[in-house]
């Protein structure tokens, strides 16, 4: 009963702070979020003009451009659950030993997908410009 209370606490915690954070950035004008989308699209798309001119194809660079943003955003998501991983593991699975093998599996898999999710641009770099010919 107190690991429920303490998991509803923290998630009204959580939700409390970002609607205050929410309802204190109310005052931003819309010419200033707009103009901020449209510096990020800028930037986005100069970005992916320089994996194409960099890899002298716009499927190449498209591929390239898409492999380093997962690249990207696989750290925190993996870190993410390798934390669950372990709470499963360490903490609900002192006391039942199918959870722990259970948290064990995930994270193994979480550990697995990270790592290919990092080495797959360097070896997909390696593939097209060193034996595209």
């Known amino acids: 009963m107190k690991k429920v209370i303490a998991i509803i606490f923290i998630i009204l915690f959580i939700f409390g702070t970002v609607s205050v954070y929410a309802s204190s950035n109310t005052t931003i004008a819309a010419d200033t979020a707009t103009s901020n989308l449209v510096e990020l699209k800028d930037k986005a798309l100069k970005s992916l003009e320089d994996y194409q001119g960099i890899y002298g194809n716009d499927t190449y660079g498209l591929v390239a451009y898409i492999l380093n943003i997962v690249r990207i955003y696989s750290i925190p998501f993996g870190f993410l659950g390798i934390v669950i991983a372990a709470i499963y593991r360490y903490v609900i699975g002192i ?3 199918d959870v722990q093998d259970k ?6 898999a979480i550990i697995t997908v990270m790592v290919i999710c990092q080495v797959l641009p360097l070896i997909f770099t390696i593939v097209v410009k060193g034996w595209r010919g």
């Not at 948290?103 to 193994?108: A, E, H």
Request: aromatic share 12%; net charge positive; glycine share 22%.
């Open 103 to 108: 948290g064990f599996g995930v994270l193994v």
């Open 95 to 97: 006391r039942k030993l």
